[in-house]
């Protein structure tokens, strides 16, 4: 076996045995006594706490608490690990509580060594997010343990301009965070099919005893951005859209996460899109007019209509105010 291989061999059975001597290591790996010596220095510098007992009875053993660690990790793994701790806190994430037990675990069984370099690129590393709503973390949880558990909810949930919110039983079948926002995606009995629900909509929630289970091989993520983004085999769904802009405009256009995915064609101040109707209809409008003058002319008719549409709402909507005050 390999140097790493043999030294977490040692750290498993330190863990699995209340003492061991150096002989029997040696014996059980195969190696040789020196080797054994070498390991444990390494595994000591490394930050592992192996307390060694001289004389007849004695030998290596861990100290009570680090039995309790699961993993042996590397500094990078560490680094990696709290890294994401800090995306993922900055999402919303749920468990938020028990991901602060888990890195202050990692840096307990940490050398101070690897602390002060780890503590060196932590601070070079930050996670810019809006405010998260923190009244979502008991409902996210409780969302989380109904998904995993595959446990039938009650849910009231307000449906945008819906002026009282809408009883609904639902089987979750996933959460997906998606542009600062929560949804799940559930099996609505109301409506008879899958449907996803913004998180910060949901007004109350209650388990019922149902149970169900989720279809094999299911993918909310999966569900959720097919609802959002053009399918591409199927084109006889869509329709082109064809933009003609100042070049950063239509740089902008292009990386934006609707368009880029039906982009089909492009030159320096033309790209063609193929997109569905609902989004060319509904979505798309608003995000053209948001570019002013940098737009220079769009293609299909309904498309230039509707932005018309917007544009004369807005200034109808604004000469007003302006007119009441």
């Keep these: 076996m390999s140097k790493a291989d043999n030294m977490l061999s040692i750290l498993w059975l330190l863990k699995t045995k209340k003492k061991i001597t150096a002989k029997q290591l040696a014996e059980t790996l195969e ?15 490394s930050g592992v706490p192996i307390i060694s007992d001289a004389g007849h009875n004695g030998g290596y053993s861990l100290l009570h608490e680090f039995t309790e660690a699961p993993l042996f990790f590397d500094m990078e793994e560490q680094k990696a690990l709290t890294h994401a701790a800090k995306f993922a806190k900055e999402a919303g994430y749920p468990h938020g509580e028990a991901l602060d037990r888990a890195i202050a675990k990692l840096r307990k069984y940490t050398s101070q060594e690897q602390q002060n370099m780890i503590n060196r690129h932590i601070v070079g590393f930050d996670v810019i997010h809006p405010p998260t ?11 989380e343990m109904a998904v995993g558990n595959e446990r039938t909810l009650t849910m009231a949930y307000h449906k945008g301009m ?16 998606w542009k600062n926002n929560w949804y799940l995606v559930a099996y609505c009995h109301l409506r008879g099919e899958i449907r996803s629900f913004r998180a ?29 983004l053009p399918d591409l085999d199927n084109r006889e769904q869509l329709i082109p859209v064809t933009i003609h802009a100042k070049e950063a405009a239509l740089n ?35 995000i053209l007019v948001g570019y002013g003058k940098s737009i220079k002319k769009v293609e299909p008719q309904m498309l230039k209509e509707k932005m018309v549409e917007l544009t004369a709402e807005l200034y109808a909507y604004y000469s007003a105010e302006t007119e009441l005050h």
């Design 133 to 143: 709503d923190t009244a979502l973390e008991q409902k996210l949880q409780e969302l």
């Design 252 to 286: 902008d256009l292009c990386d934006h996460w609707l368009f880029g995915h039906g982009l089909i064609e492009r030159s320096e101040q033309r790209a063609q899109f193929l997109l569905q109707k609902e989004s060319v209809l509904y979505y798309v409008p608003y």
């Design 31 to 45: 190696i040789n006594i020196r080797t054994v010596y070498r390991y444990i220095d390494a595994l000591c510098a």
């Design 200 to 228: 910060d909509r949901i007004r109350t929630l209650s388990a019922t005893d149902g149970t169900f289970t989720r279809p094999e091989g299911f993918s909310a993520r999966h569900f959720f951005l097919s609802r959002l």
């Design 162 to 177: 819906a002026t009282a919110p809408q009883t609904r039983q639902i089987d979750p079948y996933g959460l997906v965070y």
